[in-house]
T-cell receptor, first 113, second 113 residues
Framework: AQKVTQAQTEISVVEKEDVTLDCVYE???????LFWYKQPPSGELVFLIR??????QNEISGRYSWNFQKSTSSFNFTITASQVVDSAVYFC??????????FGAGTILRVKS | NAGVTQTPKFQVLKTGQSMTLQCAQD?????MSWYRQDPGMGLRLIHY???????DQGEVPNGYNVSRSTTEDFPLRLLSAAPSQTSVYFC????????????FGPGTRLTVT
């Protein structure tokens, strides 16, 4: 069965600090997709990134970067120079195909000014 | 494009009442899903559909029914509401095939007393 673990329930940082959100996953399939979603205080879910299991290249988008390591079944998310607007709940998710997303419990990130 | 829309935004039900949560998308997406979000548990899949006329159960289907008569609409029916169904419900859609990110609606906050 698929499983996603986000061991950090809540993280608090001061603005401009770097922060890494951990995601560890379990799957028996060789083909799968990993995602990160952001849920700001307003409640909507915002797609951040998708990564397939055959692409282990790290990705950087502005202040955001993702480190995918199949050897450790991890897909960690780093925010560089955090800002108050980064305060949100962040979810890591996994799917083998289409609809069946399996989510982690989420990490609450609080960025204080 | 309105994207994924959900109605109502808030609802209070009494135990035993039934109701339908509405979900519509205008992106011509094949895949649609319903998730529920509970504190500390992330999002869990209730039901999903891979196209009009085709639905299947997710992780937590008990107490819910769905149907998909059109590509655009995917209503979720609570047959006899129970306090355990108090949650935030999200509808999502995706193109399917090789594009797997799901676009989420704004959510419906349901309270069952």
């Amino acid at each position: 069965a698929q499983k996603v673990t986000q061991a950090q329930t809540e993280i608090s940082v001061v603005e401009k600090e770097d922060v890494t959100l951990d995601c560890v996953y379990e799957t028996r399939d060789t083909t799968y997709y990993l995602f990160w979603y952001k849920q700001p205080p307003s409640g909507e879910l915002v797609f951040l990134i998708r990564r397939n299991s055959f692409d282990e290249q790290n990705e950087i988008s502005g202040r955001y970067s993702w480190n995918f390591q199949k050897s450790t079944s991890s897909f960690n998310f780093t925010i560089t120079a955090s800002q108050v607007v980064d305060s949100a709940v962040y979810f890591c998710a996994l799917t083998e195909y289409g609809n069946k997303l399996v989510f982690g419990a989420g990490t609450i990130l609080r960025v204080k000014s | 494009n309105a994207g994924v829309t959900q109605t109502p935004k808030f609802q209070v039900l009494k135990t035993g009442q039934s109701m339908t949560l509405q979900c519509a998308q205008d992106m011509n997406h094949e895949y649609m899903s319903w998730y529920r979000q509970d504190p500390g548990m992330g999002l869990r899949l209730i039901h999903y559909s891979v196209g009009a006329g085709i639905t299947d159960q997710g992780e937590v289907p008990n107490g819910y029914n769905v149907s998909r008569s059109t590509t655009e609409d995917f209503p979720l029916r609570l047959l006899s509401a129970a306090p355990s169904q108090t949650s935030v419900y999200f509808c999502a859609s995706s193109r399917g095939t090789k594009t797997y990110e799901q676009y989420f609606g704004p959510g419906t906050r349901l309270t069952v007393t």
